[in-house]
């Protein structure tokens, strides 16, 4: 079995043991995980290291980018469904994924950090209205 499918095992037993978020929602994490990592790196002009700690800031910044990128103005309605529907459900689920030891964390880093990081709603929404045309 390799390490990929142990981890998507691991990751199904924690969504079925805690009904809050979907199992995609924890997956979600890894993808935009990566999503950061990658995009860190290439305005770097390196390769992604084995270094896999960014900042809640970063993290955040980076779950709105990627879910408009992926679903544009679907996007809340998708995460909402998923059980996240604030910045801390975010932070719920990167903590269960730490304290699994799928993640790792730095000592400074806590749970907290991800209260009121944006308002969904307004993150995803305000994206996607269209702004009025100006008059003639």
Known sequence: MTSQSTTTLRID???????????DAYHFVFEVLDFVLDRSAARRGERVSNERHVSVGQLLDG?????????????????????LRRTEDFGEIVFILVENRLLNKQDEDRITDFRNGFNFREAFDRAWRIAPKPAP
């Open 63 to 83: 779950l709105r980018e990627y879910a408009l990128d992926q679903w544009g103005p679907l996007a809340r309605i998708v995460l909402e469904r998923w059980g």
């Open 13 to 23: 037993e924690l969504a079925a043991a805690d009904p809050r978020y979907a199992t």
